[in-house]
């Protein structure tokens, strides 16, 4: 039986969170009839300074435009005699500007039966837009959190169906994954133990071409890119990740670059004992600073 909403040949997953009092979409994914995939993401309604890429383009002159569209395109690539796949990522604004593009290209897929990590995303606050709306497709939920308590972060990871994460993950994290005709997605889940703020944190993992490496150090990194993660290393980008989303909103609001929050928030920002490394990264006098106090040594 064909899928409400879904258009002959198309399979639809929309991956969700639960909140005290809605539920949110965070990322649909499609799959088209050449059996390729489009990651729609549900992403905030402007574009924040705070969407990166690694090694692709600047997006700090478009910050605060309208989003319309943000989506990767994971192409089947029949035609490559490298056994590449060709991973599209796709930015649309409003106002005329023209579509933003990067390119992933990965051997994981196909060739070396590893993981292409796709991208991260902390989950800031989301509107109306993103409640999830019942009737198109599957449903996945990543799980249930209280947004005055916490903050959501996961990462998605492309691979072969017959690919799956061992069982090297610490209990604070969840994955989920889901079998289409040619891929698995993966949906790697924790929670940062920080109040949600209004703005989130993106960030895109791209690919660069090794022939253009600058030395060969640059070069070996590139082709180790192209080949994919293993295992250990995916759970090691996600933790390294999740550790620098953590850096990065607290960073964001010391500087101003956040809504004001209450002592409630910095009590929990202090409880990541982050403070405790006030030495190399300047939280303390950033901290005090804009709670007027100095926190426990």
């Known amino acids: 039986m064909q899928e409400q909403g879904l258009v002959e040949g198309e399979t639809e997953i929309s991956f969700t969170f639960v909140e005290p009092d809605r539920e949110i979409t965070v990322l649909t994914v499609k799959e088209d009839k050449e059996q390729g995939l489009r990651l729609l993401l549900r992403s905030p309604d402007t574009l924040s300074a705070l969407d990166d890429y690694a090694d692709?383009?600047?997006?700090?002159?478009?910050?605060?435009?309208?989003i319309k569209e943000s989506r990767y395109s994971i192409h089947a690539s029949d035609e490559s005699v490298n056994g590449i796949n060709l991973i599209k990522r796709t930015l649309r604004l409003f106002g005329g500007v023209e579509p933003i593009t990067s390119v992933h290209l990965t051997k994981a897929i196909k060739t070396a039966n590893q993981f292409a990590p796709i991208y991260t995303r902390r989950v800031g606050e989301l509107g109306e837009a993103h409640k999830y709306k019942p009737g198109?497709?599957?449903?996945?939920?990543?799980?249930?959190?209280?947004?005055?308590?916490?903050?959501a972060f996961f990462m998605v990871v492309i691979s072969s169906p017959e690919r799956s994460l061992n069982n090297l993950r610490p209990r604070t994290t969840s994955v989920f994954e889901y079998n289409f005709t040619r891929f698995k997605i993966t949906v790697v889940v924790t929670y940062l133990p920080i109040p949600t703020l209004k703005k989130g944190h993106l960030f895109h993992l791209v690919t660069i071409n090794p022939d253009l490496a600058v030395n060969e150090e640059e070069k070996a990194a590139a082709l180790a890119a192209i080949d994919g993660f293993d295992d250990l290393e995916v759970m090691d980008l996600f933790a390294h990740m999740a550790r620098a989303a953590e850096d990065i909103l607290i960073d964001d609001v010391a500087r101003g670059g956040g809504p004001p929050r209450d002592s409630s928030f910095w009590q929990a920002v202090l409880r990541t004992g982050l403070y405790k490394e006030a030495d190399q990264?300047?939280?303390?006098?950033?901290?005090?600073?804009?709670?007027?106090?100095d926190p426990p040594s």
């Open 56 to 66: 692709g383009p600047d997006l700090s002159a478009f910050a605060g435009q309208r």
């Open 136 to 151: 198109k497709g599957r449903l996945i939920r990543l799980g249930a959190y209280d947004p005055n308590k916490f903050t």
């Open 281 to 293: 990264s300047e939280y303390l006098s950033r901290l005090a600073q804009v709670m007027g106090y």
